[in-house]
């Protein structure tokens, strides 16, 4: 079986930072994409951020130039760096993956993490 763990969310003022991680176990071959997606209440789940294996990047519009993603490939671990936040920004957040397992391939996703921007 394969675990995601997310760690690293919390209560930050607006402009404040806060660094998310997430990090896969279990029996893994290799990972190929992961990303961060949010849920804010009352909202769907949305793309927040990817990666693919090769350092490839995409971001939603509203987190461009504030949060990056990044991945540690021998720690099969990704991390979003988030930066200047917002109000908005207040979700929980998940970590997905697409991961490789003896047999086949399959996505994963984390349990979430609580982020809430408030003074």
């Known amino acids: 079986q394969v675990q995601l763990v997310e760690s690293g969310g919390g209560l930050v003022q607006p402009g404040g930072s806060l660094r998310l991680s997430c990090a896969a176990s279990?029996?893994?071959?290799?990972?190929?994409?992961m990303g961060w997606y949010r849920q804010a209440p009352g909202k769907q789940r949305e793309s927040v951020a990817i990666?693919?294996?090769?350092?490839?990047?995409n971001y939603a519009d509203s987190v461009k130039g504030r949060f990056t993603i990044s991945r540690d490939n021998a720690k099969n671990t990704a991390y979003l760096q988030m930066n200047s936040l917002k109000p908005e920004d207040t979700a929980v957040y998940y970590c997905?993956?697409?991961?490789?397992?003896?047999?086949?391939?399959?996505?994963?996703w984390g349990q979430g993490t609580q982020v809430t921007v408030s003074s």
């Open positions: 997905n993956a697409r991961v490789v397992r003896p047999g086949g391939q399959q996505n994963y």
């Open positions: 279990g029996s893994i071959s290799s990972i190929y994409g």
């Open positions: 990666i693919t294996s090769g350092g490839g990047t």
